[in-house]
């Protein structure tokens, strides 16, 4: 019994939260002292206050969870180690309440934090679902509590995708290249934990006044809107940093750390959507964190870099906003389309069509979708001039998107396919994937965006690449890799049901949308007086959220269910020739120091008689070697 | 051979069924602009397009799941195929042509809808939170309601007073964003006579949702008529009820004494005694109604500044004149 009885106060989130109560305290009372001293009128807003107070929080939590132990302890000279053991006396699930440097654990925190956001961003929308089954106002009493909710709907989302993208490429990546960690563990640490303190203050804004812009806070509304804008900046800001720490160290894990033997074209294409994402939120992510951090000095600072009465242009701050926000949504969707190309094959067990075509068009998006942003601003007033060449460059996302669409079918073709819930979740996210690409050009196009902009033709759209994109790969990897992570199997009948109680209530849910704003329906309004013809697509779109809200329910309890009862799984439920099936399931912390290995062939080489995708390179006695893979070095 | 035929007449059945749904009139408003014509025409094109793509590839999955599922017990790999160049080189190279007379097509009729007509009727429309209105600067008259001669170009200079707005009429199909600090430009040829509503497009806060304008396409005799009705009156009380529709304050303040609008009620206002937020009471005379109007912040009325601050724009000082708000203030006067 002594393993249960583990001090509570000792746990990291615990410390973590007490260092954010003691932070925001420090940091309010900071500001009202520099007030006093230098004697400054209390000027009618709080938000100088909240923010200091917000950022001493994060500092506060990031000290007490431990992030900065190792750094403060080199820093004072003292010894540190470079990849801390676990003590084993504690029970296992402290581990993941605390600081850990291990990438398994992380991803899985990763994946927790994702589904406990993504689920407080769906009961958002679930309840203005319910408010816009309706003419008029229901639930809401004023137009504010819906955009503070519909703001809120989509921002968390972000961040928990975000979220979930991290999940997949710290669980994935080392183990798909045969590393024993990231190459900067530390780092890792961090940047999980930072979204911790995030997410509490971008939730806090619920409680501070809301936030009435939508989640794109475009200025002058965000400069006038209640203080909860300012903690929506700052959480917003937090989990920016977080994703370029992520992105540098898969970029440094994958240049660095991989298997002898595996050249970059025989990488599992998971790992080059990871690399294409990572590249993208390494050197995009600065300018939201940028555009935010201007409307915040604003505000508190009387900056007007976006108002046109001290010289600003409200124009600049969407070209700031959108430099990031539209590759971003590249980062969203290009690790779900890489978890696509890797369960295709080993269900179909035919090797992936064209690997090398697949890989770059990876790349291939990622470029273009740094020269495509204007297309958010093709009614904004921006030069006129400027809109032919971003419609140019926008459809010519279509061809590197093409690629993939077109391998995805191929490599089924003619193959012998295996329909278990992850194989029913990637052929589900292609088919709802393809909804979202296929609707996508009448928006590029200036001429017809004219009409979209703005409606809830444009909500179905993201909708469906987001669900297309994201959440269905996403559940899909949590299917396929979940006797990895727990070494238990799920349960397959419930699987299936969750996968056909989501599959049509998403496509009735995007149809709807979809109808709804050619007809007429703006974006953003909590009523749509007058409009009879919308009552039934907004219903049938209601009661499809619902479905989807029970079918994630479903996932949760297979799950917890299974994780805690399932059978024992199998060493290689899924008969794939991706290297990290040979390890124990739970994976030992080191991945593969103890069982290195080489590449010595195609990872998707399925049917080819006698062919090997790597070979295990023997061990000798002495277990203290570094072997293929170890950390690159400490941070 | 046998099962590229089966997938054939899949795709091409499902092709059918894309084009019987995905048809312009099902699915888009009303066509009521000259500009209008050109866009549904481009949504037709998209539309052809898109449901061809949509049965390709959805023909091509639906016939793979049928037809080659694993049977029980078969622990073999499939056929062992890794690529074909010649067809990646297709399946590139065709998009990327479609993708570019696409592009084509699409600046062409850019270029239709945009184009000018040098007699166009200039209108001046000014969003602010949470109404439109609009001025005809050729007649010198101000209006809540935009009426429009039909078949006759109206070029519309658009701005706002605070934050971003868009003009939107679904059935004239285009849009554009009202910019404080800037005049955008867009141009409208209504062909049919009939009722509109202008919706705002772009979020502005609180009562977004509800910042609606009516629209009229009418006749020119009727234009005139209109144009005639809304000149400045002479009458100094009827001047003050012209500006509170034509400037904006008429978005947030009634006039029949209902409670529950963003502002409060001008019923009766005149002499009350107002309580403010924080319970005091104040006489409303002119100078009390005066410094409400340029500075809404300075005394919040109970039940309308809970958040320390109040909804109204605080640039009326700017947007009206001295007089213009002395005229509002004698003609609330008479409101009893």
Known sequence: MKKNQYPILKLGMTRGLIGFVIGMLLGQALVHVIRLIMRLPFNGTLDAVWVVGGLFATIGFMYGVGALDAWIKSALGEEVTDHPEDDPSWPSWVRYFSFSVDHKVIGIQYAITSFLLLSVAGLFALVFRVELVQQGLQIFKTGDEYNTFMSLHGIVMIGAILLGIGAMTNYLAPLLIGASDMAFPRINGFAYWINVPAAVLLLSSLFLGGVNTGWVAYPPLSVRAPLGMQMFFLGVYLIGISSIMGGINVIVSVVYMRAKGMTYFRMPIFVWTALATAIISTTATQLIGLSFQMVMFQRMLGMGFFDPAKGGNPILYQHLFWFYSHPAVYVFILPGLGIISELLPVFSRKPLFGYRWVAMSSLGIALVGFFVWAHHMFTSGMEEYLRVPFMYSTLLVAVPTGVKFFSWVATIWKGKLDLSTPMLFALGGVAIFLVGGLSGPPNGTVATDLHLHDTYYIVGHFHATMFGGFIFPFMAALYYWFPKITGKMYNERLGKVQFWLLFPAFYVQSFGQMFAGLLGMRRRVADYPGMSQLNTPHLLVTIAAFVIGLSVLILFYNLWVSAVKGAPAPLNPWRSRSPEWMLPSPTPVHNFRDQPFEVVGEPYDYGLAGSKYYVEIPVHGDAGTPAAGAAVGAD | ?336
């Open chain 2, 1 to 336: 051979m046998k099962h590229v035929i089966g997938v054939v007449l899949v795709i091409a059945l499902l092709t059918v069924g894309g084009l019987f749904v995905l048809t312009p009139a099902n699915l888009l408003p009303v066509q009521a602009s000259a500009q209008a014509v050109f866009i549904d025409q481009l949504f037709s094109y998209q539309f052809y397009v898109i449901s061809f793509l949509f049965a390709l590839i959805m023909g091509l999955m639906i016939y793979s799941v049928i037809v080659f599922r694993r049977k029980p017990g078969d622990m073999e790999d499939a056929q062992h195929i890794e690529g074909n160049t010649p067809l990646e080189l297709a399946w590139t190279g065709i998009p990327l042509v479609i993708v570019v007379i696409f592009a084509i097509i699409g600046s062409n009729t850019l270029a239709s809808v945009l184009r000018p007509d040098p007699k166009a009727l200039e209108i001046k429309v000014t969003g602010r939170q949470w109404a439109w209105t609009f001025e005809y600067p050729e007649y010198g008259v101000s209006s809540d309601k935009l009426v429009l001669p039909v078949n006759k170009q109206a070029l519309l200079l658009i701005t706002s007073d605070d934050v971003l707005h868009a003009f939107w009429v679904p059935e004239f199909r285009v849009k554009q964003d009202a910019v404080p600090g800037a005049i955008n430009q867009l141009r409208i040829t209504p062909t049919k006579e009939r009722k509109f509503k202008l919706m705002c497009a772009e979020i502005c806060g609180r009562d977004h949702t509800f910042m609606v304008a009516d629209v009229q396409v009418v006749k020119e005799e009727a234009f005139k008529e209109f144009i005639e009705n809304s000149k400045v009156p002479t009458d100094p009380i009827a001047r003050g009820e012209y500006w509170y529709r034509t400037q904006g304050c008429k978005a947030c303040h009634n006039t029949d004494g209902a409670a529950g609008g963003v502002g409060p009620t001008y019923k009766g206002l005149y002499g009350s005694q107002v309580e403010l937020e924080d319970g005091s009471l104040v006489f409303a005379d002119e100078l009390y109604m005066k410094e409400s109007i340029i500075n809404p912040n300075a005394k919040l009325v109970k039940g309308y500044g809970a958040t320390g601050k109040s909804a109204m724009p605080g640039n009326f000082g700017n947007s009206l004149t001295p007089e213009q708000i002395n005229e509002i203030i004698g003609w609330i006067e008479t409101l009893k």
